[in-house]
């Protein structure tokens, strides 16, 4: 068994001890009809299929599959319509919707989907497979939205090395590598507190957060490193007992040796496990850099900092990926 199939085993035995409802408004593609059957049969989750009762049923007749974890909901001819509608008006009135506009919101699956977790009829939502993701937040933004703990939305991957020479010995998180463009130094901070806070949840670690830079420990001098140092401080401040080193260059915050030249005076002796880049540019590079040559398994984006959990898809995305997505999302509701 590899290191990732071995980690993803433990995150579908976590889920399982207490399967959360998560619905899919995508509930007609193929993917996400036999990564919901897998997930039902094996206790994961109790999934919601958002669509046409006749296409999905027509998909699902041939399958074995546990009906107790396994629903199916037409948006359109829903009995909770009506509420949906009135609660949409009623949070979106002062933006100017009408009462017409947030019908044709909530009967559509994305929008109802949202409404369903906003008012606690699932735990959480997973879109993206044939939506763009800019529609798939703007459902979970404007229904769902931020958490009254944070101001900024970001989101994480978790990173599953498959090669034995990697420097990784279990999964680590790489953020933000999907969300945010240029963090200022408070969402910088945010993005590494809500990413240590879902390694201790999800991957059930200790958190040892990287902060990465072209400088490490003030060997370079500019605003970029100063925005850094800033949201370092400010991390440490609000959690004194984490391991958060200074600013690091990747190769210093991997090599302990080379870390321990570049900056004698750092205590950090292991391995970080949570990754914090930059911007956007370089989370992103990064990310697919560690998956296309570096040979590890990127799954996510999972996004951190809504109200309730909503995640986002790759149109890409294969069947073991949205089963994968469905474990972490249940863990993710507190």
């Given at each position: 068994m590899t290191s990732d199939s071995s980690f993803l085993e433990k995150v579908f035995t976590k889920a399982s001890a207490n399967p959360r409802r998560i619905v899919f408004p995508e509930g007609e593609d193929d993917r996400i009809v036999e990564a919901a059957i897998l997930a039902a049969n094996r206790g994961i989750a109790k999934i919601t299929l958002l669509g046409s009762r006749a296409n999905i049923h027509s998909m699902l007749q041939d399958s074995k599959h546990s009906s107790q974890?396994?629903?199916?909901?037409?948006?359109?001819?829903?009995?909770?319509?009506?509420?949906?509608?009135?609660?949409?008006?009623?949070?979106?009135?002062?933006?100017?919707?009408?009462?017409?506009?947030?019908?044709?919101?909530?009967?559509?699956?994305?929008?109802?989907?949202?409404?369903?977790?906003?008012?606690?009829?699932?735990?959480?939502?997973?879109?993206?497979?044939?939506?763009?993701?800019a529609d798939t937040l703007r459902a979970a933004l404007q229904i769902i939205g931020k958490s009254s703990k944070v101001d900024t939305v970001s989101s994480f991957f978790i990173m599953l090395a498959e090669k034995n020479q990697s420097p990784f010995k279990g999964p680590v998180i790489f953020a933000d590598c999907a969300m945010v463009i240029e963090p200022t130094a408070r969402q910088l901070a945010q993005i590494g507190e809500n990413a240590a806070l879902s390694a201790s949840i999800i991957l059930g670690i200790l958190p040892k957060v990287a902060f990465l830079s072209f400088s490490t420990a003030g060997s370079g001098s500019d605003e970029r490193v100063l925005r850094i140092k800033e949201a370092?401080?400010?991390?440490?401040?609000?959690?004194?007992?984490?391991?958060?080193?200074?600013?690091?260059?990747?190769?210093?915050?991997?090599?302990?040796?080379?870390?321990?030249?570049?900056?004698?005076?750092?205590?950090?002796?292991?391995?970080?496990?949570?990754?914090?880049?930059?911007?956007?540019?370089?989370?992103?590079?990064?990310?697919?850099?560690?998956?296309?040559?570096?040979?590890?398994?990127?799954?996510?984006?999972?996004?951190?900092?809504?109200?309730?959990?909503?995640?986002?898809?790759?149109?890409?995305?294969?069947?073991?990926?949205?089963?994968s997505l469905i474990a972490i999302t249940g863990l993710q509701v507190s």
């Open positions: 974890y396994l629903a199916v909901i037409d948006p359109r001819v829903s009995p909770r319509l009506d509420e949906y509608t009135e609660e949409l008006f009623q949070l979106r009135k002062h933006k100017g919707i009408s009462w017409e506009e947030a019908r044709k919101i909530v009967s559509q699956p994305l929008g109802f989907a949202a409404m369903m977790v906003r008012l606690g009829h699932a735990d959480g939502t997973i879109g993206g497979a044939v939506h763009t993701t370092i401080q400010i991390t440490r401040n609000k959690y004194p007992d984490w391991i958060i080193e200074q600013e690091l260059q990747f190769d210093a915050a991997i090599d302990p040796l080379l870390r321990k030249r570049k900056a004698p005076d750092l205590v950090l002796d292991t391995t970080p496990n949570v990754f914090i880049f930059p911007n956007l540019d370089a989370g992103n590079i990064g990310y697919k850099i560690a998956e296309r040559i570096g040979g590890m398994r990127a799954v996510g984006p999972v996004l951190q900092g809504l109200a309730k959990p909503a995640n986002d898809l790759s149109r890409g995305s294969k069947i073991e990926d949205i089963l």
